[in-house]
């Protein structure tokens, strides 16, 4: 078992930058591979990025390349997403989720994701 939350959404200007975490409890973080998902009202909620467990590979939407980068730190139960260059298409609440590790690529579709926090709303103004 293992609870996540989410943090450090808020308002920003188009361009601007917001960096949100994830803190987990109940068990390390270091037993899971962990994504960042979104969800915009109407819409299907979306694959923004991926790290394995030891944090030695990535992976990210083709909507974010170039502009987020994910990244953990094991000793501190934590996982970021840094979100540069932000964009008003980029506003949704922000998920973090939790999946056993597995062989292969990094999973990028909710059913393949076990744990889920509560989101945490990203609004980008024009």
């Known amino acids: 078992q293992v609870q996540l939350v989410e943090s450090g959404g808020g308002l920003v200007q188009a361009g601007g930058s917001l960096r949100l975490s994830c803190a987990a409890s109940?068990?390390?973080?270091?037993?899971?591979?962990m994504g960042w998902f979104r969800q915009a009202p109407g819409k299907e909620r979306e694959f923004v990025a991926a790290?394995?467990?030891?944090?030695?590979?990535?992976a990210y939407g083709d909507s974010v390349k170039g502009r987020f980068t994910i990244s953990r730190e094991n000793a501190k139960n934590t996982v970021y997403l840094q979100m540069n260059s932000l964009k008003p298409e980029d506003t949704a609440v922000y998920y973090c989720a939790a999946d056993s590790p597995r062989w292969g690529p990094l999973p990028s579709r909710v059913v393949e994701y076990d744990y889920w926090g509560q989101g945490t709303q990203v609004t980008v103004s024009a």
């Open positions: 109940g068990r390390t973080l270091s037993y899971y591979d």
């Open positions: 790290i394995k467990w030891s944090g030695t590979s990535t």
